[in-house]
Nanobody, 115 residues
Framework: QVHLVESGGGLVESGGSLRLSCAASGSIFSLYDMAWYRQAPGMQREIVARAFSSGAVYYADSVKWRFTISRDDAKNTVYLRMNPLIPEDTAVYYC?????????WGQGTQVTVSS
């Protein structure tokens, strides 16, 4: 079993920044991908960014050049640096880890961007 704990969400003004963290623990395969998703009210969950075990990264077009995903494999932790934030980024952000082909999800952290 894999357990994910997210932190770093909050309320910020438009143009501001936040850094989300997600720490994983449990039975994790040596090679795994980690990603951030988000879900706004009334909307489907969508991918924000993904950090592959190969070192490659992927960003959704809506956050490209504003968000940066990084990982610290020694700590089994993935980060999401968000700057600048805009009101459209308001959502619950979820961390996801794929281990052995199985996705595991965190509980989510709220990010609210005021205009």
């Amino acid at each position: 079993q894999v357990h994910l704990v997210e932190s770093g969400g909050g309320l910020v003004e438009s143009g501001g920044s936040l850094r989300l963290s997600c720490a994983a623990s449990g039975s994790i395969f040596s090679l795994y991908d980690m990603a951030w998703y988000r879900q706004a009210p009334g909307m489907q969950r969508e991918i924000v960014a993904r950090a592959f075990s190969s070192g490659a990264v992927y960003y959704a077009d809506s956050v490209k050049w504003r968000f940066t995903i990084s990982r610290d494999d020694a700590k089994n932790t993935v980060y999401l640096r968000m700057n600048p934030l805009i009101p459209e980024d308001t959502a619950v952000y979820y961390c996801c880890l794929w281990s052995g082909g199985v996705p595991y999800w965190g509980q989510g952290t709220q990010v609210t961007v005021s205009s």
